[in-house]
C-alpha cells in the first residue's frame, strides 16, 4: 500500500515522533509516512559522510513511495545531510521535490525566548560538533549568545526505556550541569534532538523553574504550516485522506512498543528491508 502525494518524515529512530505527533495535530488532514531508521540508529556518533549516506537513502526511499515533501525530523540528519541534499540532490535529480529539516525554524524563533541573550543548547554529538545551531543563531539573534553539550547517552537510554529509570539520573545531572557550568546566565534551553522531550520530566530536576526549556515539535510544525500556505503549488497536490504509514528498518514489534510512548495510541509499522 502506498499513500500518494504524502508528507515524508523521517528520523534515525523513534525521537522524530515527537515531530510527527506535534505536525498531524496541527496538520491532521494530510497523508503521512513516517520512516526510521531504527537498524542504523543512532546517528549522533557517525560521520558526516556516512549520516549523509544513510538520509539521501532514506529520502529517497520515502521520495519512491510518493511524498514530494519530506522533513528531517532529525537534527543530526538537519545538520549533516540537508544541505548536501538541498544544493546537491534535488537539484540534479529531484527538482520538484523539498526537504525541510528542524534546524532552521527552531533557530527562527529561539531568540525570542530569551531575555539574558544566553542560550544553551542539549544536543547529540553530531548535531553539537556540526555548530549548525550556533551559525544559524546567530544569523536571526546575533546578540545571543549560544552554548552547547552534547548528551551521548541520552539517546540510547530511550530507545532502551531506560529514560524515566532511577539510573537515567546520573547523566541527566551530568549533561545538564555541564552545560550551566559553562554560562549561569542561561534562562532557556533548547532541546536539540527529537527524542529528548522524553527526558522532560529529569530535566527539570536539575534546573530551576525559571529557565524555559523549549522542545521542537509544534515549532516545527507551525514553521511547516506556514511553509504550506506560501507554497501552495506544494500544498495543493497533497494528499488529504488522514492516512499514515509506519516504516521502520528496525524490528516492528519494538518500534511499535516505542511508538505508542511517544503517540499515545496503539500504531502497526511495516518492515523496511535494507
Not at 45 to 53: I, M, R
Not at 227 to 249: D, K, S
Amino acid at each position: 500500500m502506498n499513500l500518494e502525494n504524502s508528507i515524508g518524515i523521517f528520523d534515525s529512530g523513534f525521537g522524530g515522533l515527537t515531530v510527527f505527533s506535534s505536525i498531524t495535530k496541527i496538520l491532521p488532514d494530510y497523508n503521512y509516512i513516517y520512516l526510521g531508521d531504527n537498524a542504523r540508529s543512532p546517528y549522533g556518533d557517525h560521520s558526516f559522510e556516512t549520516v549523509y549516506q544513510y538520509t539521501l537513502e532514506c529520502v529517497e526511499w520515502l521520495f519512491s513511495q510518493g511524498c514530494p515533501l519530506v522533513i528531517l525530523a532529525c537534527n543530526t540528519a538537519s545538520a549533516k545531510a540537508l544541505r548536501n541534499i538541498q544544493q546537491l540532490d534535488l537539484s540534479k535529480k529531484y527538482p520538484h521535490h523539498r526537504v525541510l529539516g528542524v534546524i532552521r525554524p527552531t533557530a527562527e524563533v529561539i531568540g525570542t525566548f530569551t531575555e539574558t541573550n544566553t542560550v544553551g543548547v542539549l544536543g547529540t554529538r553530531g548535531t553539537v560538533k556540526s555548530g549548525s545551531y550556533i551559525i544559524e543563531i546567530n544569523k536571526f539573534f546575533p546578540k545571543v549568545q549560544v552554548y552547547q553539550q552534547s548528551c551521548p547517552m541520552w539517546v540510547p537510554l530511550i530507545e532502551n526505556g531506560e529514560h524515566d529509570q532511577e539510573g537515567a539520573d546520573y547523566f541527566v545531572q551530568k549533561y545538564v550541569g555541564e552545560l550551566m557550568a559553562q554560562a549561569a546566565e542561561i534562562d532557556t534551553i533548547l532541546l536539540a534532538c527529537t527524542h529528548y522531550p522524553l527526558m522532560v520530566p529529569k530535566i527539570k530536576a536539575y534546573i530551576s523553574s525559571e529557565i524555559k526549556l523549549i522542545s521542537q515539535g509544534d515549532i516545527v510544525a507551525n514553521s511547516l504550516a506556514d511553509y504550506l500556505v506560501r507554497h501552495p503549488e506544494i500544498a495543493n497536490n497533497l494528499g488529504r485522506q488522514g492516512e499514515q504509514l509506519f516504516y521502520t528498518t528496525g524490528d516492528t514489534e519494538t518500534f511499535d512498543q516505542h511508538a505508542s510512548v511517544f503517540l499515545g495510541k496503539e500504531i502497526q509499522s511495516r518492515k523496511l528491508k535494507r
